[in-house]
Nanobody, 122 residues
């Protein structure tokens, strides 16, 4: 499974961006798709999640400004980022997890993309 994130760049405060992440390869039973971010000198944090049933969750820091969505036919997850702030500057990573059977038991396996850099200028 490979994930390719795109859509990052240098933007001014208050503008918008849409990140995309396309998954390819043999995906078993998909569980959820995620966006994480890692700012310079900080730990990677979960930003948004969309479950296979369509349920979405967001970190408190991005609620109301970020929207996660997906296109099942394209195995692609999106992150719409509005009203960008300098503190949104980070490398944004996508992740999926899917169910597989190992040793007769179902387990979740994570797959990560390489990340796309978002830089917000003040």
């Amino acid at each position: 499974v490979q994930l390719q994130a795109s859509g990052g760049g240098l933007v001014q405060t208050g503008r918008s961006l849409r990140l995309s992440c396309a998954a390819s390869g043999s995906i078993n039973t998909l569980n959820a798709m995620y966006w994480y971010r890692q700012a310079p000198g900080r730990q990677r944090e979960l930003v948004a999640r969309i479950h296979i049933d369509g349920t979405t969750t967001y970190s408190d820091s991005v609620k109301g400004r970020f929207t996660i969505s997906r296109d099942n036919a394209k195995n692609t997850v999106y992150l719409q980022i509005n009203s960008l702030k300098p503190e949104d500057t980070a490398v944004y990573y996508c992740k999926i997890d899917s169910w597989m059977v190992s040793g007769g038991s179902p387990i979740l396996t994570d797959y990560w993309g390489k990340g796309t850099l978002v830089t917000v200028s003040s």
